[in-house]
């Protein structure tokens, strides 16, 4: 606004001498000027009286810059409070009056100085304008870069609230299952054969440290206090299948267990997620088909990785054997399982198998994961 007003003023002292020449005169209307700062918050009300004054002023022949500056810082806390569509409208306005008004001096006043009150009069009113076009444009960018960050953060939360929920299950359905299938071993063991329900107690015993130690590491997650104190286990990698593998046979539950490859080193993500979907199809098999026989296999190409689970349903297990599974609506085992698989690219098929029991059958690319 102080460039355009020093603007105005070299313009005007081109246009007519004779504006310069009010003296002291100046001093009222320019501090007309100060209350603005005040009423910012009605420009639209001091917009139409300084439009009418300078309108006055201009009809009579007698403009000065300070209505032409007054003017403008009207127009400009106009313009910041209303729609572009509406601020263009109501700038067209007050032209079109400060307009009708200049063409009246000119055929009315005898000392009209034209060129001086267009100057004045439209200079500051345009620039005025523009600068809070500007500054709107502005602010809006701003904003929108703003809530686009805001919608990106909250969608990194939602991932990792469904990460962290997905680990949860994981670790709790697993240990939970194979806890109950083993203490109803020890319960009923307790009084025939006390050696065996204290091995049974032993194994609760070693599961319920594990998913301590488990839940640990993803409950750390969401303590950025003691994320950096908190002793963490390591995630569970490809090496650790197979005592998944000895823990499931402790449940009751016979696992053959076939892995090809698992020596290459993989993404340490990866390696969780494949540990993480081997571990919910056998947490399945021991809720859903206990004492079941199970075949199971981890196989890591050049390309891919391949995992297959598949149980017989268990004792008297045929088509259709054994407990009903959930299904993708039902829980969030399989859901998850899908959601892993499918986070690396790959994919996963999971229902009943041909001549009994269940199957689970994921495949993921390995292309770009090795470390």
């Keep these: 606004m102080l460039a355009a007003a020093g603007g105005a003023v070299m313009l005007t002292t081109l246009a007519g001498p004779r504006i310069l020449h009010n003296g002291p005169g100046l001093v009222i209307p320019l501090a007309a000027c100060v209350p603005v700062a005040v009423l910012r918050r009605w420009p639209l009300p001091v917009l139409a009286v300084a439009t009418a004054a300078t309108g006055i002023a201009t009809a009579a022949g007698g403009v000065s810059l300070p209505f032409g500056v007054l003017l403008g810082l009207a127009m400009y806390f106009s313009a910041l409070t209303l729609p572009r569509p509406r601020s263009v409208a109501l700038a067209v306005a007050v032209a079109g009056v400060l307009a009708a008004t200049v063409l009246y001096s000119a055929?009315?006043?005898?000392?009209?100085?034209?060129?001086?009150?267009?100057?004045q009069d439209f200079v500051p009113l345009a620039g005025a304008w523009f600068i809070a076009d500007s500054v709107v444009a502005r602010r809006r960018y701003q904003a929108g870069l703003a809530a686009q960050a805001d919608r990106e953060?909250?969608?990194?939360?939602?991932?990792?609230?469904?990460?962290i929920a997905r680990e949860m299950h994981d670790v709790v359905a697993h240990a939970l299952a194979v806890i109950t299938?083993?203490?109803?071993?020890?319960?009923?063991?307790?009084?025939?054969?006390p050696a065996a329900a204290g091995a049974a107690l032993e194994s609760i015993e070693a599961i319920s440290r594990t998913a301590q130690d488990e839940l640990r590491v993803v409950l750390g997650l969401l303590r950025d206090t003691d994320a950096g104190t908190a002793p963490l286990a390591p995630a569970p990698r490809l090496?650790?299948?197979?005592?998944?593998?000895?823990?499931v046979r402790a449940s009751g539950v016979s696992v053959e267990l076939r892995m090809e490859g698992t020596d290459r080193q993989l993404s340490p993500s990866l390696e969780l997620s494949l540990y993480r979907v081997m571990q919910e199809a056998l947490t399945n098999v021991v809720k859903h088909a206990p004492?079941?026989?199970?075949?199971?296999?981890?196989?890591?190409?050049?390309?891919?990785?391949?995992?297959?689970v598949r149980d017989d349903?268990?004792?008297?297990?045929?088509?259709?054997?054994g407990?009903?599974?959930?299904?993708?609506?039902?829980?969030?085992?399989?859901?998850?399982?899908?959601?892993?698989?499918?986070?690396?690219?790959?994919?996963?098929?999971?229902?009943?198998?041909?001549?009994?029991?269940?199957?689970?059958?994921?495949?993921?690319?390995?292309e770009g994961a090795a470390t």
């Excluded at 299938?181 to 054969?193: M, S």
């Excluded at 026989?293 to 390309?303: D, Q």
Aim: proline share 4%; aromatic share 4%; with cysteine.
């Design 181 to 193: 299938v083993q203490a109803g071993v020890g319960r009923c063991l307790a009084g025939r054969r």
């Design 107 to 119: 055929f009315t006043a005898a000392n009209s100085q034209v060129a001086g009150e267009v100057v």
């Design 291 to 308: 004492g079941a026989r199970v075949a199971a296999s981890l196989t890591v190409s050049g390309r891919k990785a391949r995992l297959e």
């Design 239 to 247: 090496i650790d299948v197979k005592d998944l593998a000895d823990t």
């Design 313 to 321: 349903g268990g004792p008297g297990g045929g088509v259709g054997g």
């Design 323 to 366: 407990a009903p599974r959930a299904g993708p609506g039902a829980g969030h085992g399989i859901v998850g399982m899908r959601e892993r698989t499918g986070a690396f690219g790959g994919w996963l098929v999971a229902g009943p198998a041909a001549g009994g029991g269940f199957q689970v059958t994921a495949e993921v690319p390995i």
């Design 153 to 163: 953060r909250a969608a990194e939360v939602r991932e990792e609230r469904v990460r």
